[in-house]
Nanobody, 119 residues
Framework: VQFVESGGGLVQPGGSLRLSCAAS????????MSWYRQAPGKERESVAT????????KYADSVKGRFTISRDNAKNTAYLQMNSLKPEDTAVYYC?????????????WGQGTQVTVSS
């Protein structure tokens, strides 16, 4: 299993970034994909989730209306479009793939990409 996360960086408040998570080594279309984040001194928190079929999404209250999660099963890639960024969005963002099959939990994590919102 391998993830290649990209798109992080430094952006001013009010700006936008688009994170990408290119996956390989598992059946991407069968997995729910999520983005989590972890700020310094804080626990990792769920930001957004999209189910395998792509029709249902879920967001943390803190990012609703600003962030959009999507996926392209043909490219084995998940995305997180982040608009109207705030300093409190500063964190390491992680891609996650989750599936339950045959009584087992399959839970894979990317290496993380840094997002810094600062003027």
């Amino acid at each position: 299993v391998q993830f290649v996360e990209s798109g992080g960086g430094l952006v001013q408040p009010g700006g936008s970034l688009r994170l990408s998570c290119a996956a390989s080594g598992f059946t991407f279309s069968s997995y729910a994909m999520s983005w989590y984040r972890q700020a310094p001194g804080k626990e990792r928190e769920s930001v957004a989730t999209i189910i395998s079929a792509g029709g249902i999404t879920k967001y943390a209250d803190s990012v609703k209306g600003r962030f959009t999660i999507s996926r392209d099963n043909a490219k084995n890639t998940a995305y997180l479009q982040m608009n109207s960024l705030k300093p409190e969005d500063t964190a390491v963002y992680y891609c996650n793939a989750l599936n339950f099959a045959g009584g087992y939990k399959y839970d894979y994590w990317g290496q993380g990409t840094q997002v810094t919102v600062s003027s």
